[in-house]
């Protein structure tokens, strides 16, 4: 009796194949956009303490209430593993001083998170994010560089139809005068309201707006805009974002029903979306959180950043799989074993490294197979020159210029460096 297979949990998934090669073609995509634009690589470690997240991204959330993967460890403490990046990021910054530095500070990572959410299509449990945050800096303008820097990445991944919607939450202040507004206006209509959004009217009145609740979102059509009761500050900070885009010629539409599902927002907020993804159609978002750095003990510090995330890029994107090399390029050289033996293969094994040290990418058959499959191995591969190891000396061929010699099997990798030299 055979024992029953296993399969990957719900919700998450193996990367192979060409999977594997496209993203490392993504890495590479976000790498040179992201360091050309002074951005340093970090990574976070994969769970954190679960306070991190509730103070961070807000008890009010879906993200909190519902959707994190939290365990004990073995002392009692509780862990959560991370559902997103910018709150480790910040803490991150804090614990390292960060602030001592040259601001702003950029970052970028690509990592991955986890949130208990329905499986489907595009979304996952455990699921890639590309990130870029950039921390000491109010200035608008790096608003409108994080932006650029994200809307450049889509359209180098060939993501087709992005749409970028656009929006400001105003500073802390100009945002807790117009809560008690919206709360107003939700508990005026509070019967035709979802029992979801009514039970948080107090808790997070914005979410109201994105509730697909046919009640809620009549109540909600008429409701008064965060974006029309904005601070003189908050609203110029916006202005000169816009300005920036246009000038940037990256087009937007300013959505002033823009709410994004996690509580740390203040001022510039934004998404992108694709038509090619169906119902999850976010490819990407971020925004400003102004107020982060310092609910984790450090000094006030303002922030923008971004996450996109990785299988949505891919699956919207035409410059997927296709085209997709492996790094290591043709193999230059194959080593076949004409014979058995254990001295043989340490011969032919010695010759290997030998190649591989010399800069050659070199394969062997590690299959156990004839020498026929060895060579049927070597020509799948399209290998340019096979060593047939039958001792002392091999048998050189050259499969592109045709022809072979007889050679030592010590001066194989000086004889194919010497021919690759003359091609
Ligand atoms: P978010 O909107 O929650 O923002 O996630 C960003 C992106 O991650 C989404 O647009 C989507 O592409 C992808 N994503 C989220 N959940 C899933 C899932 N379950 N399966 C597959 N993809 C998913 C954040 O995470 C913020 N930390 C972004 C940010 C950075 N804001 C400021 N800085």
């Known amino acids: 009796m055979s024992e029953p297979k296993l ?24 790498r040179s956009i992201l360091e ?28 909190v209430r519902k959707e994190m993967f939290t365990f004990e460890d073995g002392a009692g403490r509780s862990l959560t593993l991370r559902p997103e990046g910018t709150a480790p990021v910040c803490r991150a910054y804090v614990e390292h001083g960060m602030h001592k530095r040259r601001q702003p500070v950029k970052l970028w990572y690509l990592s991955s998170f986890f949130r208990h959410e329905r499986a489907q299509a595009g ?34 991944m060939g993501v087709r139809n992005a749409r970028l919607r656009l929006s400001s939450l105003g500073s802390a202040e100009s945002r807790s005068e117009y809560r008690e507004r919206l709360k107003t206006h939700l508990r005026a209509s509070e019967e035709s309201l979802s029992a979801e959004v009514r039970a948080r009217i107090d808790l997070n009145p914005l979410r109201a707006f994105d509730s697909e609740h046919a009640g809620t979102a009549r109540v ?53 979306t694709s038509d090619a993804l169906g119902a999850q159609s976010g490819v990407g978002g971020g925004g400003r959180y102004d107020g982060l750095v310092e609910q984790f003990g450090g000094p006030p510090t303002p922030g923008i950043g971004w996450a996109a995330g990785i299988e949505r890029i891919l699956l919207a994107g035409e410059r997927s799989a296709a085209g997709n090399q492996p790094a290591s390029g043709p193999v230059e050289l194959f080593v076949a074993i004409d014979g058995s033996g254990a001295e043989l293969t340490r011969l032919a094994f010695g010759l290997l490294g030998e190649a591989r040290s010399a800069g050659l990418t070199a394969q062997m058959d590690l299959g156990g197979r004839s020498l026929k499959g060895q060579l049927g191995h070597a020509n799948a591969l399209g290998a340019h020159y096979v060593a047939i190891v039958g001792g002392e000396e091999a048998v050189l061929r050259d499969t592109q210029r045709g022809g072979q010699e007889r050679i030592a099997t010590d001066t194989v990798v000086h004889a194919v460096l010497r021919g690759l030299h003359d091609l």
Do not use: C, N
């Open 123 to 156: 979304r996952y449990r455990q699921f890639w994010q590309v990130g870029a945050e950039a921390l000491g800096s109010e200035d608008p303008a790096l608003d409108a560089e994080s932006i650029v820097l994200l809307a450049t990445l889509l359209a180098e």
């Open 36 to 63: 050309g634009a002074g951005y340093e690589r970090i990574e976070t470690p994969t769970f954190e303490a679960t306070e991190l997240f509730q103070r961070g991204v807000g008890e009010s959330t879906d993200i």
């Open 7 to 30: 399969k990957a949990p719900r919700g998450t998934y193996d990367v192979l194949g060409e999977q594997a090669l496209a993203r490392t073609a993504l890495e590479a995509r976000a």
């Open 220 to 272: 909600m059509r008429d409701a008064p805009r965060l974006l029309e009761h904005l601070s003189a500050e908050d609203a110029e900070h916006f202005a000169q974002v816009r300005g920036l885009l246009d000038a940037a010629k990256v087009s937007y539409e300013v959505d002033s029903t823009l709410v994004r599902g996690i509580d740390y927002y203040t001022r510039t907020v934004f998404e992108f």
